[in-house]
């Protein structure tokens, strides 16, 4: 495969897929009851299982991409032990991945923690630096040679938001001040861990070698508006959010000032200096799905009061088309992600896009229409190298468990069969019909959709 080939691809998270993650923060956090239904990720899609089989699934649609985790709790299950079969299984997956020309990009870390990093406070204990670039450097000393594409980390502030304030992950602590403190040191883990990939001096090696390292982060972007167009205290607000939920993250990586602080909620931590000018991404992955409407003052607790402010975020009007998570179907807002992340200069993946759709009704138009906002960015100048479709199966969907299914394929989850959805049919085909080109094409697109 040529470099220079556009990456169609489809993303999946260890903890989501593979099941078993026995030794996560998550396994024990589910265990207490926090998912919707009381639901626990057992199993999952039994990946760890049918990885060959799912393989094939991605290559039957024309993927040449697929992106995953490798699972820091299944690899250091216990404090300093190494898990050689856990090695030996994401060995077997990238050998897979060889075989069938499937560019793997790497997450080092997709929302879980080894239960015992957890127990010592994750990231928000400064000594998480070491033991988390410990680990990458194990990964990157046994696959480095083999692997182009690396995440270092999957939606950092998401991440920080769910555990320190909106209380959907473990260790669901109200206590925004965290935020900053985890993001900081978040940033200081992948900045290590870019130098270390990008110090490296072995030869790559495989079919992949010919491939430029890139190492980047998947970093969730939202288009925030004004629920009221004239309301200023809404404009405000939106502005500000805008700047610290799409921004700060990526001037931070790319060597700009840091500033993971907001409006008298966040105190901003301490910057690291020696990332002044110094930039710690060789791409920006945009995991785009929605948008979010900013109220002041929101008449009920359904619009999601999330800070001590009288401030509520919802995700869709009620009239409007919306997937089942009750996100809006937005492509306009994928245009802002794409132009804002643009202005970075680097090139760009979009590492994330898809939609909880389990009658299959909206998802087709999804993809078309994400990927014309695609197309028109890079005529307008951006380079926009990749698209992976959120998610190759139906999985654990974090703190809703197995309700959402965004799958291309639809899993069983009683017999463990999967089947392919008629949108992952006309993915199929649109990757088809854009061989030969370098990226996706409006005409194309227009003629199939
Ligand atoms: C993203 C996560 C991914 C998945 C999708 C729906 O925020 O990275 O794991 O849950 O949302």
């Known amino acids: 495969m040529e470099r220079r080939n556009f990456l169609w691809g489809a993303a999946t998270a260890a903890h989501q897929v593979e099941g078993d993650n026995q030794h996560s923060d998550w396994w024990r956090w589910e265990k207490e009851g926090n998912i919707e239904g009381g639901a626990l990720s057992g199993k999952a899609c039994d990946h760890w299982r049918l990885f060959r089989e799912d393989l094939q699934l991605a290559k039957s649609l024309g993927l040449n991409s697929y992106r995953f985790s490798i699972e820091w709790a299944k690899i250091e299950p216990v404090q300093g032990e190494w898990n050689e079969e856990a090695f030996a299984w994401y060995d077997s997956l990238l050998q897979e991945c060889e075989k069938l020309e499937i560019v793997p990009m790497i997450t080092l870390h997709h929302f879980t923690l080894p239960a015992w990093m957890a127990d010592k406070g994750g990231f928000a204990v400064k000594e998480s630096i070491t033991h988390f670039v410990r680990f990458a450097s194990e990964v990157i ?22 555990a320190y304030l909106g209380g959907f992950m473990p260790p669901a602590k109200n206590n925004p001040e965290l935020i900053g403190v985890a993001s900081r040191n978040i940033l200081d883990a ?199 479709y959120w998610s190759l199966l139906d999985n654990f969907e974090w703190s809703k468990g197995f309700g959402p299914r965004f799958g291309l394929f639809e899993v069983d989850y009683e017999t463990k069969e999967r089947k392919a959805r008629a949108s992952a049919l006309a993915y199929r085909d649109i990757i088809r019909a854009h061989e030969g080109t370098a990226a996706p094409q409006a005409d194309i697109l227009k003629s199939l959709r």
């Open 190 to 388: 992948h900045a290590l861990t870019y130098d270390l990939l990008h110090r490296r001096r072995k030869k790559r090696l495989g079919p992949f070698a010919h491939f430029p390292l890139e190492v980047g982060i998947a970093h969730n972007m939202m288009d925030f508006l004004p629920d009221r167009v004239w309301h200023p205290i809404e404009q405000i607000v939106a502005g500000a959010l805008d700047r610290f939920y799409n921004r700060a993250w990526l001037d931070a990586i790319t060597g700009a000032k840091q500033n993971f602080g907001l409006l008298g909620l966040i105190k901003a931590p301490e910057q690291n200096k020696m990332l002044h000018g110094h930039r710690t991404a060789d791409y920006i992955g945009v995991n785009f799905y929605t948008k979010a409407f900013v109220r002041w003052k929101p008449r009920d607790s359904g619009e999601g009061v999330i800070t001590q402010l009288p401030l509520g975020v919802s995700f869709a009007r009620k009239e409007e088309p919306q997937s089942d998570m009750g996100w809006a179907i937005h492509p306009d807002g994928l245009r802002k992600a794409l132009e804002c992340a643009a202005s970075y200069n680097l090139p760009i993946y979009v590492t994330e896009n898809g939609i909880a759709d389990r009658a299959d009704r909206y998802r087709r138009g999804y993809i078309f229409d994400h990927l014309l906002e695609i197309s028109k960015a890079n005529e307008n100048g951006a380079n926009i190298r990749g698209f992976y």
């Open 141 to 162: 000393r046994r696959f480095g040679d083999r692997i182009p594409l690396w995440c270092t980390f999957n939606e950092p502030l998401v991440l920080c938001l769910g």
